[in-house]
């Protein structure tokens, strides 16, 4: 049987006359983006240009949410009530759906962004409110969820399509979250470093966590950051690195069916 997986990049995280990330160049190798809508960057031109680009290159899109936070970029931590928290993520999906239509592209899942993911990996209310999102609006979506995080539980509790998913360019603790951004050496820069991971992803479901322990990550999807600079050559040198290894890398609908 062959070993397949999906590969996602965070990707339309600029905003009006400025660009974050090659999102060109990505999307010749990522087979699913996750598409901000607006929040922690993106609008509606960017979003509209990537749908165009996506179904140009075979990619499957999806909604990337953040918290109402341009200025930091959605990794500032932000205590809301669930229910604005739901209320902000059905919006999110609203917006993508409208540029999808420009494209005529279905949109396929959805996951968060920054410190939102973050703090719904570890809060059961904020990773409910999230799948209620999805339950309420799009139902057909897939949540990409952090392997073993509140949100994998949330999407199974609300009867959810879960797509598990690691990282090729971020460090793990032995919890199984990721390492946190202001320790050094938290994203990988490293081409053969990211690769390894993935593959120790594939074929183990395990990663080495920072404190040295074997952690088990079962994954359906991989994500590459699309706003670091070295994100190009990382992904680049992961999927040809992947199917050197005869690992199939396919869409997210391929993938989960």
Request: proline share 3%; glycine share 10%; net charge negative.
């Amino acid at each position: 049987m062959t070993l397949k997986i999906n590969l996602n990049a965070d990707i339309a995280e600029g905003f009006g006359a400025y660009d974050i990330g090659n999102d060109a160049a990505l999307m010749t190798i990522i087979k699913s983006a996750n598409v901000a809508c607006g929040f922690h960057a993106g609008d509606a031109n960017t979003m509209q240009r990537l749908v165009m680009l996506a179904k140009q290159e075979g990619v499957s899109i999806g909604v990337h949410p953040g918290f109402n936070d341009l200025w930091g970029f959605g990794r500032r931590n932000i205590d809301m009530d669930p229910r604005d928290l739901e209320h902000m993520v059905a919006y999110q999906i609203g917006a993508l759906q409208a540029m999808a239509r420009y494209a005529g592209l279905p949109v396929t899942h959805l996951k968060p962004h920054g410190a939102l993911n973050n703090m719904a990996a570890v809060r059961e209310d904020y990773a409910l409110a999230i799948g209620r999102a999805i339950q309420v609006v799009a139902p057909e979506l897939v949540y990409v969820a952090l392997a073993g995080s509140q949100m994998e539980a949330a999407a199974l509790k609300l009867g959810l399509k879960l797509a598990r998913e690691g990282f090729a360019d971020r460090q793990y603790e032995e919890d199984g979250n990721l390492t946190p951004r202001k320790i050094k050496g938290s994203v990988y820069k490293d081409g053969d470093t990211a690769l390894a991971q993935c593959l120790s992803m594939v074929r183990q479901g395990t990663v080495v966590s920072r404190q040295g322990t074997t952690v088990k990550v079962a994954v359906e999807t991989i994500c590459v950051h699309g706003d670091e600079p070295t994100a190009v050559a990382v992904a680049g040198h992961v999927r040809k690195g992947l199917e050197a290894a005869g690992i199939a890398v396919v869409t997210l609908p391929e993938m989960m069916a």
